[in-house]
């Protein structure tokens, strides 16, 4: 009976402690709203008070407005007013975007700052405008360039593949066509045509035939080469004025051709690539005189073997 009573008391003891602690809670967040609360109501307090100076800063200036109004309507409606119309409202400068801010008399000292900063903000929205130009000019040269390099690139592989092209024309001409076995060919012809029969069984040959067949061949080649070197002269003629004085920079660099004007520099840059597409360009009047002193010495030649030939037909 004892153990139950002292268990009894404990029990007693446990809760009245877990009541004291949940009393003690809540105490504790009491506290906590009420200081919360306490700091909501300094900041309504300051805001008020704010907003009350607001308030009265905003009923001076409607008291200074009107009363201005007032002044201004009073000068309006005076007797001998020269202006000619009423005024019911204080008159503002407008925004003429005026690169320079001007003053008027009916402006107040308070009001020149909003003016001046109208203006301010014009000029800036002016001066953003001219920048956007610029940089939208500035982008379209830049393409504009670009474009004109990429066109000068193609133009410079273009004038490469040409120049390589003639070459192996050069190339194919003279070691391709073997010239020399046409011409031996058209003179062995030449000189089958022209045996003469002898007493004796031999014969001989004229050189007139083969001579003038060796002439013919030489100026036919000479004028076809004389053409083609004409028409790749005038191509690129062509190709180089595209180029503009800009893009023969580096072409007159690399052929060691002086820079003079814009019509002569192309000339001797396209007879510098003649020159190394065809070879150098030999004299005609040289050449024939050659061919000439070849083709006499060929006759005497050719004479002295018919003298021969007519006195072995004779002893026999």
Known sequence: MY???E??????RV????VNDDEMTALKAEIGELKQSEYMKTNFEQEISGLRKEVCMLRDQNERMMSEAGQWKEQALRPGNKWGSVVLQTPTCPDRSSPKPRWTDNVREEDKWKVEYRNLQS???LANIEAEALKQKRAEAEACRVKVEEQVKSLEEKMSQLMASGEKGKE?????????????DAAVRSARKGWKVTP??????????????????????????????AEFVEEQKRQLRMLRKAGLEPLYKEEGVKLGKFEDTVCDLAEAHAKKAFGELS?????????VQEFSDDASKNSGDTK???????EL
């Open 3 to 5: 153990l139950q009573n």
């Open 172 to 184: 194919k001409s003279i070691g391709g066509t073997n010239l020399k076995d046409r011409l031996e």
């Open 200 to 229: 004796g069984g031999t014969g001989c040959k004229t050189s007139t035939t083969s001579m003038r067949s060796e002439k013919e061949l030489n100026q036919q080649q000479s004028a076809a080469t004389a053409n083609n070197r």
């Open 15 to 18: 809760g009245e402690k877990h």
């Open 308 to 314: 021969e030939e007519v006195e072995r037909s004779v």
């Open 123 to 125: 000029l800036h929205r």
């Open 7 to 12: 268990i009894m008391e404990l029990r007693r």
């Open 283 to 291: 004299d005609p009047s040289s050449r024939q005189d050659k061919e």
